[in-house]
């Protein structure tokens, strides 16, 4: 990767994200050498600007910052590295450095709950108990949730049709994870249709 460290002595910024849910996590800055271990270890090392030293991300919580891709923007000055992070990512235990009031991409987050699900069953879970009844009743409560969607739109309060309209995502979730597809795959085709 030719990273272009001399437009800001030597450090360039860094946008570190949710591999998964695409949250922005954190900021931070890499030197040559924090990039070098960073992609020597598939940890995220930082430039400490504060400390003056190389810093992992995690090297005292415990919540390190595991790479799963690294990439350059279009004027080699800026890297964006996707992460699995194994904790909250700031310092003040918030799971990101910048105060949101939510996860803006929890229904992707959901996903990987779901498929966390699948192949680690767990007794007593919801998911597992629609998996053991098999595809045709994960098929039949989305049928259920989305008319129930419709009914709560025409006839009941806002809150029932959010209600309905999360039991009808979740439950297309767990169909698209029963028949091996993803909300990817899904997100991928919409953007292509919009083409």
């Not at 409560?141 to 995502?169: C, P, R």
Request: negative net charge; hydrophobic residues 35%.
């Amino acid at each position: 990767m030719n990273i272009d460290f001399s437009k800001t002595d030597g450090l360039v910024p860094v946008v570190i994200q949710d591999e998964q849910t695409l949250e922005v996590l954190m900021l931070g800055y890499m030197n040559q050498e924090a990039y070098d271990k960073t992609v020597q270890e598939n940890i995220v090392t930082f430039f400490s600007r504060s400390k003056q030293r190389l810093w992992t991300k995690g090297e005292t919580s415990n919540n390190f910052l595991h790479v799963k891709s690294i990439h350059l923007d279009c004027d080699n000055d800026t890297l964006l590295i996707k992460v699995k992070a194994d904790g909250p990512t700031c310092h003040t235990g918030d799971r990101t450095c910048f105060k949101t009031e939510y996860n803006q991409n929890f229904i992707l987050q959901l996903e990987q709950i779901v498929a966390d699900r699948y192949e680690n069953p767990q007794e007593g879970s919801y998911v597992n108990k629609l998996r053991t009844k098999g595809l045709n009743k994960i098929a039949q409560k989305v049928g259920e949730e989305g008319v129930e969607t419709v009914i709560a739109a025409l006839a009941e309060t806002e809150t029932d049709l959010i209600n309905e309209a999360s039991d009808l995502v979740f439950h297309l979730i767990v169909l698209l994870r029963e028949k091996g597809l993803t909300l990817e795959t899904i997100a991928k085709n919409l953007e292509e249709r919009h083409k």
